[in-house]
């Protein structure tokens, strides 16, 4: 099924398109140019076939897959419907495939059922914080920023995302962007953590720069985050 899947790829591809995305993503990534809208319509349509089991396997069994194909096994991950615990398997064994921040972030973004389930899949999220893998992290990150925004969860979250000590870049982008939107929807929960002095100042830096980028904070909120960032190691 995947070969099938693959010429339909190529039939669906766009020359320009793939110039333009290549530009976005890390040197050396294999695409050819299929947008998104055209993949999310790709993945349904497996899903709906009935055969997104034998596709997936069939990805986890290739080397060398597409940016389309990690992009399309990940959309189907999100939209079948299955238990619980077998979609948590299933985005375990695609959580190492993650190798650039446009699937982690389509990725996590596509997985409806960790909002219906948030007490179930937290385990899942603490448990792809503390990796190694830059992009395990980021998974981690986006995941909460995608599904957990929410008064309930807000103390929780932040503690997660104020722990996130990760070098890479893409990990500590992603804890920052989700930083500063939790600020912009909490702020009265939030800014005791910027000011705390436990974030890593390059999160930090660029957890703030992101909230004073923002419309929604008042003249007078960005010149308070500015002291904190001026403080700042």
């Known amino acids: 099924m995947r070969e099938e899947i693959r010429i339909r790829i190529q039939e669906a591809a766009e020359p320009q398109y793939r110039d333009f ?32 089991r ?3 396997e069939e990805y986890f069994q290739a080397k060398g897959c597409w940016f389309e194909e990690d992009m399309l096994a990940g959309f189907c991950i999100g939209g079948a419907k299955l ?89 500590q982008m992603a804890a920052a962007w989700a930083l500063a939107e939790f600020y912009l929807d909490f702020p009265g929960k939030t800014l005791p953590l910027l000011q705390s002095g436990k974030i890593p100042p390059e999160i930090l ?4 720069q992101k909230i004073r980028e923002s419309r929604r904070p008042s003249p007078e909120e960005k010149a308070r985050l500015k002291e904190i960032l001026e403080v700042a190691p």
């Open 54 to 56: 034998e596709y997936l």
């Open 205 to 208: 830096r660029k957890t703030l």
């Open 83 to 171: 238990p619980i615990e077998e979609r948590m398997e299933y985005i375990r064994r695609f959580r190492p495939r993650i190798r650039n921040w446009s699937v982690c972030d389509s990725f996590c973004v596509s997985l409806k059922a960790v909002s219906k389930n948030r007490e179930e899949f937290w385990p899942l999220i603490l448990e792809s914080l503390g990796m190694e893998e830059e992009f395990s992290v980021r998974m981690g990150a986006a995941l909460i920023l995608d599904h957990y925004k929410t008064e309930e969860w807000a103390d929780r979250a932040l503690g997660c995302l104020g722990g996130i000590t990760h070098p890479g870049y893409y990990a």
């Open 21 to 52: 995305s290549a530009k976005l993503l890390p040197a050396g990534t294999d695409l050819q140019g299929v947008r998104l809208p055209a993949l999310r319509k790709m993945a349904g349509e497996i899903v709906k076939s009935g055969r997104w």
